[in-house]
């Protein structure tokens, strides 16, 4: 797909893999992990349109044509653009914490939301959520373990989405240069037919 072609209306090839970052910010990550797998299509949702553009000038550059940037809300993108049973994998870096307690409904990761997120991903789809608030961390792996028919593994820790040499997205190597703690999760989506 020409990286020119940007709408909100997604154009996606069901016969490759599919991932999707949800809050793609600059775009670092992305771009450069579309760039390391050109058989994989790639699709970055952003709220912020002066980031939108600057990712899409970004890609641009380096003429992705598996990667598609759309400006919008994501629960929005995700329950009418993408596919049921589709996305191999979910980015989801360093979302808003809401750190206030009377905020916390506005987190982007509910109960719902990761009801939604496991509906869209196909059989052994993983999301990778990293932040560097506590609270939200142990939050989004509370509700995951929760719902155990839905999840087969909830690992914690590590930064196993990154491959060695692969660029962090922007907040984790500012967080990391800075010396923050940051907590990683891994979920991967229930099979048929598992049995613990």
Not at 36 to 54: C, D, H, T, Y
Request: aromatic residues 12%.
């Amino acid at each position: 797909m020409p990286w020119t072609n940007f709408s909100k209306t997604l154009v996606l090839d069901s016969s490759r893999p599919l991932e999707v970052e949800i809050g793609c910010g600059k775009g670092r990550f992305l771009i450069d992990r579309a760039g390391a797998n050109p058989g994989v299509q790639f699709v970055g949702i952003e709220r912020a349109s002066k980031w939108v553009r600057l990712a899409q000038d970004r890609g641009g550059r380096r003429s992705h044509e598996n990667l598609q940037i759309v400006k919008g809300d994501a629960r929005e993108i995700v329950s009418y653009e993408i596919p049921t049973s589709s996305v191999a994998r979910f980015h989801i870096y360093f979302p808003d914490p809401w750190p206030k307690r009377r905020h916390r409904k506005r987190r982007l990761i509910t109960e719902d939301f990761l009801k939604l997120l496991h509906d869209r991903l196909a059989k052994e789809g993983w999301i990778h959520f990293v932040t560097d608030f506590e609270d939200y961390y142990t939050g989004t792996r509370d509700l995951a373990l929760k719902e155990p028919r839905l999840w087969s593994r909830v690992l914690e820790g590590g930064s196993g989405h990154l491959s060695e040499g692969r660029e962090k997205t922007h907040y984790e190597a500012r967080y990391l240069a800075e010396g923050r703690p940051l907590y990683y999760l891994h979920i991967e989506k229930m099979n048929k037919g598992f049995v613990r």
